[in-house]
């Protein structure tokens, strides 16, 4: 508040002189816009047992938005897997303004596998039978792909047995792999 004091003149020139208080106020906010201002890009780990997140604070994308009584609103919040663009929206009282920063989304997530334990196998015409991993595991990922699926594979190659192995028990290692590598 500011006091000032108000000066009036007549024609004959006599003046008179009062103070005044006066405050000065921005009710339209025209002297703090909004302006957004997101980080360029951030990189997030996948939400468990997802192959995407969900961004629900705002200050995991804001970098320092200015304006007064300020909201935040995320468009594309729950990106996946990769790099998407996000946009922020900030609403302040001077206005809104939008912002956005390249997600990058990695999944670190291993795949479950579930071994078919005991199998019997018949050895073929040539007295040779090669291990198919697919019958003896199956895999689940949460990033999985219908038509690529989980590779599951033997550890150091796919064995072959033939008649010396006939009656022994043989262990095989089989790992899962997901597009993402783990």
């Known amino acids: 508040m500011q006091q000032v004091t108000v000066e009036a003149t007549d024609l004959a020139g006599n003046t008179g002189t009062c103070d005044a208080y006066v405050e000065v106020t921005d009710w339209s906010y025209k002297c703090s816009p909004t302006i957004a201002s997101c980080k360029a890009t951030e990189t997030f780990v996948a939400d468990l047992d997802s192959c995407g997140l969900w961004i629900s604070q705002s200050d995991a994308l804001d970098d320092g938005s200015t304006g007064a009584q300020l909201s935040f609103m995320i468009w594309n919040s729950n990106p996946q897997v990769g790099t998407t663009t996000v946009t922020t929206e900030v609403y302040g009282s001077g206005g809104v303004d ?43 990922d949460n990033c999985a792909d219908p038509a690529t699926g ?33």
């Open 150 to 182: 989980t590779t599951v594979s033997f550890l150091g190659g796919e064995p072959t047995f033939g008649c010396a192995d006939v009656d022994t028990v043989q262990t095989v290692t089989l790992v899962a792999t997901d597009a993402s590598g783990n």
């Open 98 to 140: 939008r912002c956005d920063t390249e997600v990058t989304v990695v999944d670190q997530q291993p795949p479950s596998i579930t071994c078919n334990n005991y199998n019997w196998y018949d050895l073929g015409p040539n007295s040779i039978y090669t291990l198919d991993p697919t019958t003896f595991a199956s895999a689940w």
